[in-house]
C-alpha cells in the first residue's frame, strides 16, 4: 500500500479510513480516498471537476450518517491525482475516454477494500457525464445517482460560432493545451468573491472551500485547455 495525503485540517467531515495512490491501467497515479463502517452499500463519490475528496467532508459524513460507507478517486489531472497538462493550473485529459481508467481503478480499490455491497454511484457535474459514459459501458452498480450533471458544456455565446475554427487553428499551431480563451489560471474561488458565485448560496461553505484552496494550493485548479472543452464537447454529444 501506498499511502497518499489526506488534508483533515480543511474539512469538516471524518478522517478516512484510507487514502491510497493507486496506478491507473495506463500508469496515471490516482488518490484513492474511503470511509468504511456503513453496512447498507457503498456510495462510489464521481467528483466534478476542480474537485478533491476534501471537498466533500460534510457529504460523507452524512452519508456515513445514513449507514452507507464511501470511496472516491480525484480524476486524473485535478485534486492530489496526477496532472499533466503544459502548466499545472490548467485542466487537462488526453482523452475523455482515459477517465474510465480512473472508473476501473476506483471499482478495483473499492473491492479491495472489501466495501460492502450494493454499490452506489454518485456522479456530480463532471463526474455525471464520467458516471454516465461508465454505465453505457456496463459499470456494474445496484443504482445511479446524479447532481448537475454535465451532460454537454456552456460556451459563451460570443464564441460558439468561433468554436471549431479556434479548436483546429490551436490544434494545427500545437497549442491546444494552452488554457481556453476566456478562462483563467487562477482557481474560481481565488478571484471571484461570494456575491454573484455560480458554485454556493452559503456563506460557510464558500469560506471552507476558500480556505481549503489557500491553505493547500495544491488542490487549486484553473481553466479548462482548449483540447479539454473540445474534447467535452464532443463527449456530451456522445453521450
Not at 111 to 140: E, F, M, Q, V
Not at 201 to 209: G, P, Q
Request: proline fraction near 5%.
Amino acid at each position: 500500500m501506498r499511502t497518499a495525503p489526506y488534508h483533515s485540517d480543511v474539512t469538516y467531515g471524518p478522517k478516512p479510513n484510507s487514502a491510497e495512490w493507486i496506478d491507473a491501467a495506463d500508469g496515471k497515479r490516482l488518490r484513492m480516498v474511503s470511509w468504511s463502517g456503513g453496512k447498507k452499500g457503498t456510495i462510489l463519490l464521481f467528483q466534478g471537476r476542480t474537485e478533491y475528496a476534501e471537498k466533500y467532508g460534510e457529504v460523507v459524513q452524512q452519508l456515513l450518517d445514513r449507514g452507507m460507507s464511501v470511496a472516491t478517486c480525484d480524476w486524473r489531472g485535478q485534486g492530489l491525482s496526477e496532472r499533466y497538462a503544459r502548466h499545472y493550473q490548467i485542466g487537462e485529459v488526453d482523452d475523455f475516454s482515459d477517465y474510465q481508467y480512473d472508473v476501473e481503478a476506483l471499482m478495483s480499490f473499492a473491492k479491495k477494500k472489501r466495501l460492502p455491497k450494493p454499490y452506489i454511484a454518485l456522479g456530480h457535474s463532471l463526474g455525471g457525464g464520467i458516471l454516465l459514459r461508465a454505465l453505457h459501458n456496463g459499470l456494474d452498480v445496484k443504482a445511479a445517482i446524479f447532481s448537475s450533471p454535465m451532460w454537454g458544456i456552456q460556451v459563451p455565446s460570443v464564441l460558439k460560432p468561433f468554436a471549431s475554427f479556434i479548436v483546429t487553428l490551436y490544434r494545427a499551431l500545437g497549442i491546444a493545451d494552452r488554457l481556453a480563451p476566456g478562462r483563467r489560471l487562477e482557481n474560481y474561488v481565488d478571484y471571484q468573491g461570494f456575491e454573484g458565485n455560480t458554485l454556493t448560496h452559503d456563506l460557510r461553505e464558500w469560506n471552507t472551500l476558500r480556505r481549503q484552496v489557500v491553505s493547500h494550493p495544491e488542490f487549486g485548479l484553473g481553466g479548462p485547455s482548449v483540447n479539454w472543452v473540445d474534447l467535452a464537447l464532443r463527449d456530451g454529444d456522445a453521450l
